[in-house]
Every structure is written in structure tokens, then in C-alpha cells.
């Protein structure tokens, strides 16, 4: 007889580990399955090259929801965040530079040489930033509420987010739901004027998208990214991977048993209900409730399988758009590379930002949307062997350097072939604004929309888990009418960037799914 | 001393005159002022050439709410509406996609494409039917205020949330995904094959700045399909006579009820009195007096031009400055010798007698609009062509004909040079793209007008030529149109009212915002 399992949570990745470390701590016993030999799937730190210590998916713990360190005591458990005093380096092609710090009145400071007028209104755009994602923010660990179902319960769910919404004051309120649905363009267009400093900004609101910066909801996007803080750059000591083995020795400190090299094969389910999962190996493995950090296609579709689900149900799940196009390329370099127009080496501290113009960001796009990389690539690359000398052997760096726009789906060639002429594409961009970078080069290593999909298992290589377009927010994430985490299979829950909130490293989507989860555990057994 | 009135509506558009005549049906005294020589605004049917009548600007309805037909009795004043049954994709290698009245021939046409997208065909038509009746409800409402804790206003919050959750499950997600979507995305929900996606996806992109791609564009199409004609949803029709027969038949019922109506009366500003709007004077320096006056112009020139900013909330005029009233669509008016020959299918028929688009592909509307996103009009455009002299001959001379070419993408402003130098280039792109699928309609065009957003805002006042008053984005509807706080068709002014297509529900031959505006002011008065 198997030893009793109450939660299986498939997927190590830190949503996964979020879940496991809060529904460990809340007593009961959980097991983690990771398919791969590392922790932490997107947010892992892995030796590519021997020696070095590479943030093979997520670069930045900004997002990442205080409410989450705080409750499974991550700092107790190695977890060290770093905030870097300079966010954003945006070297120009004109040799000059734009550098945006975390200190409002210092990036107004560096905004004043390109304009007066931009300069004047940072503050008060910071101010409104700070305001509108405070509104987010309070979203961002609610399970949002179920629209059809009119219990007292969801309305109560309801009530808070209006009530949050409306307390930001009646300008406030119709500025937010104005700005929601905007193109970022537009969003800045009515602050600023500087294009630098524009592209700069706006370029978070692409991240993830397959969508120029003219798209409707790019606003939302770049807010998102602020949530942490307007121009916040934020690390972790050691690499986004010690985050992951905080969270699992929370976890494991609680009682749970987190195994790696055990991908699951399916998902159980029988009369409707999930009961366990079975390993690739054969074995089995039952519980009282199965959750699953994989995105939802890949859980429904690939673990679960279309048998089990409701046809209506079905096309929701395969009408979620993933739409893939982001890449990782990593370089060790035996030197620090020198940007023109910078000033030091302090000013690398956060990302280094390839984008001059919203017009190149929309280009870029442009060669997207047609089935092409982008012809000239916005690149936001980190050294974070910089803040972080054990990342890299003495006297050497690493460049990561995150990549748009590759869509997962190419119309003339494949990803294989693709691969080391998209790394020397991107050597080539950085090297107009390096020169010399490439003699740094002595090793690299790309990571395609493909190779995401295959080793990292995101579909289509999206890293938000399905877009985070106003479509698929909120109430229709990952599907609309199954936002609560719950799926039409009894006793399976996703808990995945998929879910609500979405992606980035928030821990969120775990930390809600939990609750969730042991909500109806408890229910089940009184 | 001239004469006093009840109230003034500024601009003799459809919106304007449905103002005028739901007032002067309510006993008002009304007087409505145009700047042109004829009522109507883009709403017209001129004769450009001796014989050859043109919709110079809008061109089809649909949108025209069947209430204010009814309630205005314009059938009596002389409004017919022809039936417009078909729409027609030709394809320049010779193939075409052709829906029209018989919904079997329909779906063998669609087959002819995708086995699949017939079978989804009806799917598709009947969800659509389902989100224009379900919204159809927001068509008759005063968009509530969400910040105002009066009564009134949050019973208006409640009534609109019961009415959408009390809509099944299935309808409210969809009308969700509408509202947040583009276009494109949406109806490959459901299809696959080319032609029939870029049509559908191109009522998406009309009167906007915005790709069949772009966020957005799906509530577009929605718009587009909110018109009933008898109560048939999604119906689309040509006014006897033009769009201009339509204008005409709503000023004859608000002239029957003893509105007058005075053309060649273009309006310089609001008069104010001790804070009050108490009349207008005219750019000749001629005032009239009343009550009550009510603007169908667009946000802008209501606001910004004919009130003096100075005197308004700040938050406002910061709103109405970046309300996008970005122009993107163009017009091209030709008389013909003869009917155009199409490349399939041949010869005269009542494919002629529908719309035509040309619209082969997803990716060709989308790359019509990067080359206006970047300054410059559409080098092969996206055109939605109908033959008015097909459906109502007296429309041309006997023998000829007059074609309407709508056209997408004409940025209201160009990266380089100026419309003036590029007007005839832009017409020669329209030409040259419907000749691919119309081989002898260069030979037979006997005269051409072209008209782009500049020409738009310069002949009658919409400011950059957006055809809507501002694009109909999630960020510009409802209680947010045209701007927070100002949706109730109410202005900071006591006595100055909007009532155009800048407010709620927006553009088109609707009506709906000048009833609904009409209701306010009675209201108040």
C-alpha cells in the first residue's frame, strides 16, 4: 500500500513550489514532481557553461509578492533580493544614453537632457504609475470572482475589488479603466515627448506579447511590470534558482517531499474526479487533489487529454492564445563590455535596454507578425555577474540578454536552423552599441521559442503561460468561467502563471491556487 | 431683437436633425444650424456631376435604430431602405467568396474554401446575432456614472449588471472576448480560409486606426453588426436616394413638427451668460437666442472650439486633447460609363447589387495599415466598394453608373509631403487595387473624387476626418465617451448639451446618441 498523499503538485517551477511550501505549511502532505533535473522551471539557474550560473528563464524577482515571502519566511531560508539602484541603461544609437534609476529625481535628472518638459512630469507620472498599480496590486492574491454564480460569496468577492478600485478616487477610477485597455504608445503619447525615453518605458509593455507597442492593452502590460515599483530592478542572490530552492526548502521544512526526474505522464482522473498521476516510469502515485503549474494547454490537453472534457470546455482551453516570441541568448565574456554613452560601470547594474524608438519596437513586431524574426531585435540584456561575482569564474561576465521578437511559429525555416543565426543576430545588435563585445565572447548559448517549449515545457514557448492580453485577464484567465483555479475535473487545479494573475516571478498564481485547494480539502473532509 | 428659441442644435448631421426632431416633437421651439448649403453632414447625397448623384461620405446603413425609424415616422417623411443582401470577395486569381440571401448556396460558396469554416458558418452567425441583442440594450441607456453615489446613478450600475449577468453563460463570455479582442483573433475562433476571415475581420477595422490584429478591433466588428433593419439584425441597406435621403426624411419630421432648419449658418461659438449658454452667434456675426443649446459637432470642435477652453475644467480639456480622434478612412466617388466587369463571376448580376470587398487576406488588411501606422496611406488599401445606381438606378444617368469606394488606411496626417500632392496618388492606390478584380474599370471611370481625412474635416468639420467622432475603442466608450464625468450628453455649461457621435454609443447612421440626448435635455428642460 502507497503511503497516503493528499497533494501532488505537478511542476517545480516557483508557482508550483509557492503552492506546495503553502498548502505543506497548512498541514497537509504534499508531493512535488518536477519533470526536469533542476528546480524551478523558468525561474532556475542553471550551469550552461561550465562555471557560470546562468537565470536561464526569469531574470527579475520585482513582482514578486511580498505577501509570499513573508508567509512561507523565504528570507529565513536563503532567500535574498537585491534591489539595484540603476533599472534601466538604453544606450542610443546616436552614442548617447538614457539611464533610469529606481530615485524618481535622479531619472528625472538623466530625463532633463533630453527634455525639460518630460523631466517635469516624471514625478507626477511616477505618482500615477504608483497609484494605478496600487489598484493591481489588489487584485494580484484575490481568486477573482466567479461573474455568473451571484452567491454572497462572490459578491463579497466583487464588492472588494470595486470597493479597492473606487477608493482610488474618481479621477483615479476613470483614469485606470481608461488606461487599462490603451496602447502603451498612447499611455505615454499623453505624458511625454522624448522618444528615448518613451521606447525605454514602453517597451515593458510588450514583454510577453506577441503585440507592438500600438497594441491595445500594452498599457496594462507595462503597469504589470511596475508593480513592484516604477523602474524597480530587483535580483536575487545567486540567481533567480536560490528563489526556487528557498521556496522548496519551505516546503520540505514543512514536510513536503519535492522529487526532481519525475515527469508525469497523465493525470488520473476517474468517474470525473482526479485521483493521482502517473510517472513516465509506470509508477502511480494517488492523492486527494492533484494541482498543475503547467500551463493549462499542456495540463488539460497533454496530462489530462481531451476524453475526459466537455467539448464547449475544450474550445475555450484551445482558443488560449500562447503566441510565443521571446529567446534567451547567454554569453560568457572574459571582460566587461563598454556601452557607448556610458559613464560607468554602475550604470549596467540593471537592464541594459535595446529600443530606441516605439516606431524600431513596432518594426520589430512588424517582422513577428508576419512569421519572421525581427529584422532589428529589442534586446533587454543584465550582467548579473556584475552585482553577483559567484556567477561567473574570477575576472569573467555573464550577459544574459532576453530576446523579442521570435515567434514560435516561423514561416520559412525551423527553430533548429535558426538558432545560432538568431545568436549572432543578437551578437551583431549589441555589438552597434558595444563595439568590440564580440572579441568578449567565449562561449553561448540560445534558448528558442522551441527549445522552451521542449525542455522547459511552455507551450508554444510563451513565458506567461498563454498572453497576457486583455482577453485572457482577470475573470477569462486562463479560461473564462475558470478563473477560480478550479478546472471541470473535480479535485484538479491549476496553479500555474496560466492562472490568475499571470505570469512574471509574483508566486500569485501558487499562493491563491493554495488556498484554494486546501479551502475544499477541508470542505471535503468534514 | 431675433427670434427666441427653445433650443439650438448646432450641425444638420443625422444625429443633429434626430435631436431637433425628437425636441420639436416634444413642443420645443428648435433651431437647427448647418454650415453647408444642405443638411446632412456625412449623412448627404450631392450631385457632383450633371446626372451622377453620390453618398459622398457614409455610403450604407444598418446602424439606424429601428425606435427612432418608427417614433420619427420616417417612412412617412420618405425614407425607403433598400435591401443591400450580398457581400462579395473577389479575389484578383479569379476566385471568389459570395454570401448573399440564399444561405445554402452560402455554405456551398464558403465550402469552396474550407469544409470547415461552412460548418462553422452558422456557428458564427448565430453568436454574433446573439452579442448584437445582448448589447443592443446598451444602445438605449444613459451610461451611468460609476464615480457618483447618487441613486440614480448607481440603480443605473445595477440595472446594466443585471441585465449582462443575467445573459447565458456561453453569451457572456464571448460578448467578454469581443469586447478586449481583435478582430482577427476572434473569427479564427471559429475560421480558417483567407478571404472569409479578412472579410468578416474588416468590419473590425472600419473608422479606426487600427489593424485586424490590434486589440480592439473585435467590439469594431461588433458595431458593425448591431444593425437591425425591420428587426433583422445584421441586415444592411442602401437609403433611396443615398445616405442623403436619409438625413432629408429625418429633417422633413422635425420640420413637420415645427423645427427650423437653416442652412449656410456656420456657427463660430457658444454665447455665455452669467456662466449659462444662452445662444450662438454665427461666423458672420449673427446670433440667435434660446434656451438651451445642444452640439452635434465632434468633443473637440464642441469644447475646445466653439467654447473657449479657458473657461472649462482643466481635467476636461486634458481628456477631450487626448480623446484619439485619429482619422484613418478615405473615400473614392466615381461615375461610370458603364457597369465595372468583374473577374469572377462575370457579367452583370446581383452580386453587383451587394457589397463588394476587397479584403483577399488577413495579412493584406494588416499591411494596409502598417503602412499607414508609419505616416503614409495604404499602397494597396483595403476598399469596401457598392454600386448605388445597381440597387437605386435613379441614382446615375440611365446606362452609367456610380461606384462607392470606401478605403482604408488614409492617415489624416502623412510622415512626408501633403495631401494636396498625394490626393490623386492615393485615388491612382484605390484604382489600381480594385483593378486587379475589375479589369476594365480604368477605361470606363469618367470622373473620380477623392476624398481623404483631410478633405473629411475640411468640407464638414469632423475634426481629423474620423468618421466616428473618435475611434470606438474599450478606452472611448460608454462612460468614458467622449470623456469621465461628461458621458450624460451634460457639459460643465448649464444649458450646452452634446449630441453627436463622440458620445454614447458612437458612430455611425445610428441616431441613438442624438435620441438619447434628446431625452436628456428634456429632462432637464
Known amino acids: ?526 | 431683437m431675433a427670434a427666441h428659441y427653445d433650443v439650438i442644435v448646432i450641425g444638420g448631421g443625422h444625429n443633429g436633425l434626430v435631436t431637433a426632431a425628437y425636441l420639436a416633437r416634444a413642443g420645443k421651439k428648435v433651431l437647427v444650424l448647418e454650415k453647408r448649403h444642405l443638411v446632412g453632414g456625412a449623412s448627404v447625397t450631392e450631385e457632383l456631376y450633371p446626372g451622377f448623384k453620390f453618398t459622398v461620405f457614409s455610403y450604407v446603413v444598418s446602424l439606424l435604430r429601428p425606435d427612432i425609424v418608427r417614433e420619427l415616422e420616417l417612412p412617412k417623411h420618405g425614407l425607403t431602405i433598400l435591401p443591400l443582401e450580398s457581400t462579395l470577395t473577389p479575389l484578383p486569381d479569379g476566385r471568389y467568396l459570395y454570401r448573399g440571401a440564399d444561405h445554402w448556396e452560402t455554405l456551398r460558396n464558403i465550402a469552396t474554401f474550407s469544409e470547415r469554416d461552412a460548418g462553422a458558418y452558422d456557428d458564427y452567425s448565430r453568436s454574433m446575432y446573439f452579442m448584437a441583442k445582448a448589447v443592443k440594450y446598451i444602445l438605449g441607456i444613459r451610461p451611468p456614472d460609476p464615480t457618483s453615489y447618487r441613486p440614480r446613478e448607481l440603480w443605473g450600475l445595477v440595472e446594466m449588471a443585471r441585465h449582462f449577468l443575467a445573459l447565458p453563460e456561453e453569451q457572456l463570455w464571448l460578448l467578454a472576448r469581443l469586447m478586449t479582442m481583435s478582430a482577427a483573433d476572434f473569427v479564427e475562433q471559429w475560421f480558417e480560409s483567407e478571404p472569409l476571415k479578412a472579410t468578416l475581420s474588416a468590419s473590425g477595422i472600419i473608422g479606426t486606426f487600427l489593424g485586424p490584429r490590434s486589440p480592439g478591433t473585435a467590439y469594431v466588428l461588433l458595431h458593425h453588426y448591431m444593425g437591425e433593419i425591420d428587426g433583422a439584425f445584421r441586415a444592411w441597406g442602401f437609403a433611396r436616394g443615398g445616405t442623403g435621403g436619409i438625413a432629408e426624411a429625418i429633417a422633413r419630421s422635425a420640420q413637420a413638427h415645427g423645427a427650423e432648419i437653416r442652412c449656410d449658418s456656420p456657427v463660430a461659438e457658444v454665447i455665455l451668460k452669467n456662466g449659462r449658454a444662452v445662444g450662438v452667434a454665427l461666423e458672420n456675426g449673427d446670433t440667435f437666442h434660446a434656451n438651451v443649446v445642444a452640439s452635434s459637432l465632434d468633443p473637440r470642435l464642441t469644447f475646445l472650439k466653439l467654447l473657449d477652453p479657458a473657461q472649462l475644467p482643466g481635467e476636461l480639456v486634458e481628456s477631450i486633447r487626448s480623446f484619439n480622434t485619429r482619422g484613418s478612412s478615405g473615400k473614392v466617388n466615381l461615375a461610370l460609363d458603364a457597369l465595372p466587369e468583374l473577374v469572377a463571376p462575370p457579367g452583370p448580376g446581383r452580386h453587383l447589387a451587394g457589397s463588394i470587398s476587397f479584403s483577399p487576406s488577413v495579412d493584406y488588411l494588416e499591411r494596409a495599415y502598417d503602412d499607414a501606422k508609419y505616416g503614409d496611406f495604404s499602397r494597396q488599401p483595403y476598399v469596401d466598394v457598392i454600386i448605388p445606381s445597381v440597387i437605386d438606378p435613379g441614382m446615375a444617368p440611365p446606362g452609367k453608373h456610380v461606384m462607392s469606394c470606401f478605403v482604408q488606411y488614409a492617415p489624416y496626417e502623412l510622415r512626408e509631403g501633403t495631401w494636396e500632392e498625394k490626393r490623386e496618388a492615393f485615388g491612382d492606390a484605390v484604382v489600381d487595387a480594385l483593378s486587379t478584380v475589375m479589369p476594365n474599370l480604368k477605361d470606363i471611370i469618367l470622373h473620380r473624387q477623392v476624398l481623404t481625412p483631410l478633405d473629411i474635416e475640411e468640407m464638414i468639420g469632423i475634426s481629423q476626418g474620423n468618421i466616428f467622432h473618435g475611434e470606438l475603442s474599450l478606452s472611448q466608450l460608454f462612460f468614458l465617451r467622449p470623456a469621465p464625468g461628461y458621458a450624460d450628453y451634460r457639459t460643465p455649461v448649464p444649458g450646452y448639451y452634446q449630441c453627436g457621435s463622440g458620445t454614447h454609443p458612437g458612430g455611425g447612421i445610428m441616431g441613438a446618441p442624438g435620441k438619447l440626448a434628446a431625452l436628456e435635455i428634456l429632462k432637464d428642460n
Not at chain 1, 145 to 155: H, K, M, Q, S, V
Not at chain 1, 397 to 424: A, F, K
Not at chain 1, 490 to 515: E, S, W
Open chain 1, 1 to 526: 500500500m502507497a503511503e497516503q498523499i493528499d497533494v501532488l503538485v505537478i511542476g517545480a517551477g516557483h508557482n508550483g513550489l509557492t503552492a506546495a511550501a503553502v498548502l505543506a505549511r497548512g498541514g497537509f502532505r504534499v508531493t512535488v514532481l518536477e519533470a526536469r533535473d533542476v528546480l524551478g522551471g523558468a525561474a532556475a539557474t542553471e550551469a550552461v557553461f561550465p562555471g557560470y550560473r546562468v537565470n536561464t528563464g526569469a531574470e527579475t524577482a520585482s513582482l514578486l509578492q511580498d505577501e509570499v515571502v513573508r508567509a512561507l519566511f523565504l528570507k529565513m531560508y536563503g532567500l535574498e533580493l537585491r534591489d539595484s539602484p540603476v533599472a534601466l541603461f538604453a544606450p542610443q544609437p546616436d552614442g548617447t544614453a538614457l539611464t533610469l534609476w529606481q530615485d524618481v529625481e535622479r531619472s528625472a535628472a538623466e530625463i532633463a537632457r533630453l527634455s525639460a518638459r518630460d523631466a517635469a512630469r516624471y514625478p507626477a507620472f511616477a505618482a500615477e504609475v504608483q497609484t494605478m498599480t496600487g489598484a493591481l496590486q489588489s487584485m494580484m492574491l484575490l481568486a477573482p470572482p466567479d461573474l455568473t454564480a451571484l452567491d454572497p460569496g462572490a459578491l463579497a468577492g466583487w464588492g472588494k475589488v470595486g470597493w479597492k478600485v473606487r477608493r482610488l478616487g474618481d479621477r483615479e477610477m476613470m483614469a485606470f479603466m481608461r488606461i487599462l485597455p490603451m496602447p502603451v504608445r498612447d499611455y505615454l503619447d499623453d505624458w511625454f515627448e522624448s522618444e528615448p525615453l518613451k521606447a525605454a518605458l514602453g517597451a515593458d509593455g510588450v514583454t510577453g506579447m506577441m503585440l507592438g507597442p500600438r497594441g491595445g492593452g500594452t498599457a496594462l502590460q507595462f503597469l504589470y511590470q511596475q508593480l513592484g515599483g516604477l523602474n524597480r530592478y530587483c535580483t536575487v542572490a545567486g540567481g533567480m534558482g536560490a528563489l526556487s530552492e528557498a521556496l522548496a526548502a519551505a516546503a520540505r521544512a514543512a514536510g513536503a517531499d519535492v522529487r526532481c526526474r519525475a515527469p508525469v505522464a497523465r493525470i488520473l482522473v476517474e468517474e470525473g474526479r482526479a485521483v493521482g498521476v502517473q510517472l513516465e516510469g509506470g509508477a502511480v502515485i494517488r492523492a486527494r487533489a492533484v494541482v498543475s503549474s503547467a500551463d493549462p494547454r499542456r495540463t488539460l490537453f497533454g496530462l489530462v487529454g481531451p476524453t475526459e472534457l466537455e467539448p464547449r470546455f475544450m474550445r475555450r482551453v484551445r482558443n488560449i492564445l500562447y503566441r510565443g516570441s521571446t529567446a534567451k541568448a547567454h554569453f560568457a565574456l572574459s571582460g566587461l563590455p563598454h556601452f557607448a554613452g556610458q559613464e560607468s560601470a554602475e550604470q549596467l547594474g540593471g537592464r541594459i535596454r535595446i529600443c530606441p524608438s516605439l516606431d524600431y519596437l513596432e518594426r520589430a513586431y512588424d517582422d513577428a507578425k508576419y512569421g519572421r524574426i525581427s529584422e532589428n531585435l529589442y534586446l533587454d540584456a543584465t550582467i548579473p555577474s556584475l552585482d553577483d561575482p559567484s556567477l561567473a569564474p574570477p575576472g569573467y561576465h555573464l550577459l544574459s540578454v532576453t530576446v523579442r521578437y521570435t515567434p514560435y511559429r516561423l514561416r520559412e525555416g525551423n527553430w533548429e536552423e535558426q538558432r545560432e543565426p538568431l545568436g549572432d543576430r543578437v551578437l551583431a545588435t549589441l555589438a552597434r552599441y558595444a563595439p568590440g563585445i564580440e572579441q568578449l565572447v567565449v562561449d553561448r548559448h540560445v534558448l528558442t521559442p522551441l527549445d522552451y517549449e521542449q525542455h522547459y515545457g511552455l507551450t508554444e514557448g510563451s513565458i506567461f503561460h498563454g498572453q497576457m492580453g486583455l482577453d485572457q485577464m482577470l475573470v477569462m484567465r486562463p479560461v473564462p468561467g475558470w478563473s477560480r483555479y478550479r478546472t471541470p475535473i473535480a479535485n484538479l487545479y491549476l496553479c500555474g502563471a496560466g492562472a490568475h494573475p499571470g505570469g512574471g516571478v509574483t508566486g500569485a498564481p501558487g499562493y491563491n491556487a493554495a488556498r484554494e485547494v486546501a479551502r475544499d480539502l477541508k470542505a471535503s473532509a468534514r
